[in-house]
T-cell receptor, first 111, second 111 residues
Framework: DAKTTQPTSMDCAEGRAANLPCNHS???????VYWYRQIHSQGPQYIIH???NNETNEMASLIITEDRKSSTLILPHATLRDTAVYYC????????????FGAGTRLTVKP | DTGVSQDPRHKITKRGQNVTFRCDPI?????LYWYRQTLGQGPEFLTY????????KSRLLSDRFSAERPKGSFSTLEIQRTEQGDSAMYLC?????????FGSGTRLTVV
């Protein structure tokens, strides 16, 4: 029973912004939106998370719609090393065990 | 902080043999998780420890699988009488409160 919906794959030109969408129309009030990515042959890597305000860190920005039913992860200047599978996950932030991964979006950054 | 370490990185075994994987979490993290990932899929939850207590097991964890975390430090995942369907990447993660930190995984191939 997937809580999020993401496109299967996306392409992005090197140096351009990569905008990865995620739908989470059934999100609860106490659930956060988390983003992870997985580069080939590595474990998933935490990127960013947020509740309702937009968030930015050194890796990416997270834009959450006002109704919280969808969000967008933005990589401002994509590089070839950003090629990975990106996972959008909704979970209660301090819940012990509710990190559930879907199939994610395979982002390919092209030169 | 050396991150989450998993050993071995790769394991090839014959069907019917037993295998054991080890995970060393980040030292101050009291929560430890095991996931399994097959090609093209996101990681699937297997089991979870808080300190030395195993608090949840997925239905994916058949009777042939057992996990331990003695003394609440490192953890082991054992698979008995391996089957070809057990071929996958086995990921370990640890956390303290919010985000998970994953290891690079152990890739198991059953021939």
């Amino acid at each position: 029973d997937a809580k999020t919906t993401q496109p299967t794959s996306m392409d992005c030109a090197e140096g351009r912004a990569a905008n990865l969408p995620c739908n989470h129309s059934t999100i609860s009030g106490n659930e956060y939106v988390y983003w992870y990515r997985q580069i080939h042959s590595q474990g998933p890597q935490y990127i960013i998370h947020g509740l309702k305000n937009n968030e930015t860190n050194e890796m990416a920005s997270l834009i959450i719609t006002e109704d919280r039913k969808s969000s967008t992860l933005i990589l401002p200047h994509a590089t070839l090393r950003d090629t990975a599978v990106y996972y959008c996950i909704v979970r209660v932030a301090n819940n012990n065990n509710d990190m559930r991964f879907g199939a994610g979006t395979r982002l390919t950054v092209k030169p | 902080d050396t991150g989450v370490s998993q050993d071995p990185r790769h394991k090839i075994t014959k069907r019917g043999q037993n295998v054991t994987f080890r995970c060393d979490p980040i030292s101050e993290h009291n929560r430890l998780y095991w996931y399994r990932q097959t090609l093209g899929q996101g990681p699937e939850f297997l089991t979870y420890f808080q300190n030395e207590a195993q608090l949840e097991k997925s239905r994916l964890l058949s009777d042939r699988f057992s996990a331990e975390r003695p003394k609440g430090s490192f953890s082991t995942l054992e698979i008995q009488r391996t089957e070809q369907g057990d071929s996958a990447m086995y990921l370990c993660a640890s956390s303290l409160v919010y985000g998970y930190t994953f290891g690079s995984g152990t890739r198991l191939t059953v021939v």
